[in-house]
C-alpha cells in the first residue's frame, strides 16, 4: 500500500546496535509482526530532520525512541502534540544530532506536522555496541507495545 493510503505511521528512532537505543525499533517490529491494515511502519537510524520527510503523508504519527536522562531505565514518557509540548530534559539530550523535539519544532514551522504526534520516549541504562535490550527497557517495551496496540484500535475504529 502507498503511504496515503494508509493513516497511521509508526517510527521506531534509533540504533538497534547500540542495545537501548533500540527500543525504537523493537518496538515497531512487535506492532508490525501484529498486522494492521491502515499502519505503515518505518525503522530510522538516521537523524531526526528525517522524519519530516517520512511523515508528511500521514494523519497520526507513532514515535518511538530511547531517552538518556536521569529517570530510572525502564521509565516510559508519553506526550500528545498537540497539546503537550516536548520537555527538553527529557528530550532535548539524544544520540541524534537532529532530535524529535527539533524535527516537531521545524515542521511546525514549515507547517508540515502531522494532526497528531504521539512519542514514547523510554529511558534507557545501557548504549554500548551490541544487540538486545537491558531487562528495564525490555519489560517497558513490551509494555508500550500493549499500550500502543490497544491506541490503534481505538484510531482505526475512529475512522
Not at 528512532?13 to 491502515?38: C, L, M, P, T
Not at 511546525?108 to 531487562?135: M, Y
Request: charged share 20%.
Amino acid at each position: 500500500m502507498l503511504p496515503d493510503e494508509k493513516n497511521i505511521l509508526l517510527i521506531g528512532v534509533g540504533n538497534a546496535y547500540r542495545r537501548d537505543d533500540g527500543v525504537g525499533h523493537f518496538i515497531v517490529n512487535q506492532i508490525k509482526s501484529r498486522g494492521y491494515e491502515h499502519v505503515a511502519y518505518l525503522n530510522l537510524k538516521a537523524e531526526g530532520i528525517d522524519l519530516i520527510e517520512h511523515w508528511k503523508n500521514f494523519s497520526t504519527v507513532i514515535l518511538f525512541d530511547a531517552v538518556s536522562c536521569t529517570e530510572k531505565p525502564g521509565t516510559v514518557f508519553r506526550f500528545e502534540l498537540p497539546p503537550d509540548e516536548l520537555p527538553k530534559n527529557v528530550f532535548g539530550c539524544s544520540t541524534h544530532a537532529f532530535n524529535i523535539a527539533d524535527a516537531i519544532h521545524l515542521a511546525r514551522a514549515l507547517n508540515q506536522c502531522p494532526a497528531k504526534i504521539v512519542v514514547f520516549g523510554i529511558a534507557g541504562k545501557d548504549f554500548e555496541t551490541g544487540q538486545g535490550l537491558s531487562q528495564e527497557v525490555h519489560s517497558a517495551a513490551l509494555t508500550v507495545t500493549d499500550q500502543v496496540q490497544q491506541e490503534i484500535q481505538h484510531l482505526v475504529a475512529q475512522k
